[in-house]
């Protein structure tokens, strides 16, 4: 199917719109989706190719609450979900739409943040049931899967590890499109924390690492992403 990529066993890669990547992890319990896409066609007739209903997914784990990664969580809401959702802790306010995101370092990304609604990535979603996820945690998903605070693209940025799988989710950490590179100035919050999010996630050793904006990084993994660090 294209825009699909199986990346372990029970779990999947799906480009719900263009350049914008959700992962999805099947298990006993059911379906956890990490990411949302945009709230616009793409997510759920994505999840139909795969054989899942809206109503399927038991839960969301949000690597930020920017809308391509927060809008779709109401889409799949208005095809029946119940789902939980989860965002990392230092971004809980702004998920749930009971705070404004801190002003960015960058010029760029403080003019961007002016821009009128809904903006150039679709309209800010509040989600005012969402609950926190510590760094550290680890949740009964997929053989274990391990919550990692990635703070830098926004201040609550989390990435996710599933060490039986050998995957790394490394949400807006960095961009794969065209080439590997650390997520734009323009669009965090903090550059210099988001370039040690990049050390964090090399540190992890993973095999392959699943981004939101473009392909996984499945060949030296670790090495490519300590390379970022030190041409910074």
Do not use: K, Y
């Not at 990392?88 to 370092?105: N, S």
């Not at 995957?167 to 924390?193: E, H, K, Q, Y």
Request: a neutral charge; glycine letters at 12%.
């Amino acid at each position: 199917m294209r825009g699909h990529v199986e990346l372990a066993d029970g779990v999947h890669q799906l480009t719900v719109q263009t350049r914008i990547n959700v992962i999805v992890l099947r298990d006993d319990d059911g379906v956890t989706l990490i990411d949302t896409g945009l709230d616009r066609p793409g997510l759920t007739t994505r999840l139909a190719r795969l054989g899942i209903a809206p109503s399927e997914v038991t839960r969301v784990l949000l690597t930020h609450a920017h809308p391509d990664h927060a809008g779709g969580v109401r889409r799949l809401r208005r095809h029946g979900s119940t789902a939980s959702v989860s965002i990392g802790a230092d971004d809980l306010e702004v998920g749930r739409g009971v705070a404004q995101p801190p002003t960015p370092e960058h010029l760029g990304g403080r003019l961007l943040s002016r821009l009128p609604q809904p903006g150039p990535w679709g309209r800010a979603v509040a989600v005012p049931d969402a609950t926190a996820l510590e760094d550290g945690a680890r949740l009964p998903i997929a053989g274990g899967l391990e919550v990692v605070a990635t703070p830098g693209h926004t201040v609550g940025h989390v990435a996710f590890h599933l060490p039986a799988r050998d995957v790394v989710i490394g949400g807006d950490v960095v961009f794969n499109v065209f080439s590997l590179r650390p997520s734009p100035a323009f669009l965090c919050w903090r550059t210099a924390p988001n370039l040690d999010s990049v050390g964090r996630l090399a540190a992890l050793g993973a095999g392959t690492l699943a981004l939101a904006h473009g392909r996984p990084v499945t060949d030296d993994v670790a090495g490519r992403l300590s390379q970022l660090v030190t041409d910074r």
